[in-house]
Structure formats: C-alpha cells, structure tokens
C-alpha cells in the first residue's frame, strides 16, 4: 500500500490532467519517499524513468539513451546512445507532441554535477520545444540546496520554469 502523500499524488494527478507542458520540481531529505511517490504516480502512465548516476556525464547520457530507447522498444537490448543532452531532449520532445509522456530525472543534482550545462539545456528545452508539447517533466533531487538554489533559485537557468514544486 501507499500510504501519506495523498495530498502531493492530487496535486501531481491535477497538473498530469491539464495536458499542457509541465514541469514538477520535486525535493527533500534522503530516504523520505520522493522516488516512492514518483513510482506510485507513474503507474499506469507513460514514462520514461531516469535516475542519475553519481558518475560521468558520458555515462549518464549512455543511462539516458537507454532509458528513451526502453520507452520506444520494451524489448530491446542494444540502446544507441545519443551524440549529447540536447538531442537526447529533443528526442524525448519529439515523442511528446504525440501523447503525454512523463518524463522523469531522479537524482537530478547527479546530472547537473556529471554535466554543468544540463540546466542551460532544459531550459532551451522549455522555452522554445517543450511548450508546445504534452511532456510531463519531474526533476527530483535529495540534495536540499542544491534543489532550492540551483534549479528554483532565483540564478539558476530554470528560474520560473516549473509548474509546481513539492518539498517532501
């Protein structure tokens, strides 16, 4: 069973329902139930999960690629990679002007810290694809400032860009 975030899985079923570009800034401690709730919402939806790895920007563009090429072939074994973030995001924008697809970064400061540019290409992104499409996009992040300064702060690339924000 799932039990106490009720309140955040309507607020996320609300924004999912309008069909229109969103983007959901999701944040709190380790080990409280942001990866938890994001699985329980997805049930049933079409995503595409990925969780950053502690690790490259190489290898996560790699663990990126796979986790599209998984949402286009269920069965499929051998992902080509993408050539970089922005055509990997493009890809995944491109999937989304046809259905509402929720797309989801866990671990979101990971990617950030693998790739320093990766907020500057979420929101191009935003800005100029993914406006006009049905994406559903989660950022989510355990490392509490990081989140607040870097993804909603005032300075960060995606300042004003998300939809809602759930502090877990």
């Known amino acids: 069973m799932f039990y106490c975030r009720e309140k955040e899985l309507e ?11 969103e983007c959901i800034v999701i944040y709190g401690r380790r080990r409280v139930g942001k990866t938890a709730l994001i699985n329980e919402f997805c049930k049933g939806k079409p995503v595409i999960y990925f969780s950053a790895l502690n690790s490259s920007a190489g290898e996560n563009l790699e663990a990126l690629s796979k986790a599209i090429y998984l949402y ?13 973030f ?3 995001l493009e890809a995944i924008t491109i999937l989304a ?9 866990d671990e979101y400061p990971y990617l950030a810290k693998a790739d320093k540019s990766i907020s500057s290409h979420l929101q191009h992104l935003i800005d100029h694809i993914g406006q006009s499409s049905q994406l559903f996009l989660i950022l989510c992040g355990s490392s509490m400032s990081f989140m ?7 300075e960060s690339p995606l300042y004003g860009r998300r939809t809602a924000q759930l502090k877990i």
């Open 72 to 84: 286009q072939n269920p069965t499929g074994t051998n992902a080509p990679a993408f050539r970089n």
């Open 11 to 21: 607020t996320m079923e609300k924004h999912y329902q309008k069909a229109d570009f």
């Open 148 to 154: 607040e300064y870097q993804v909603l702060g005032y």
């Open 97 to 105: 002007k046809e259905q509402r697809i929720v797309f989801v970064i």
């Open 86 to 88: 922005e055509d990997a």
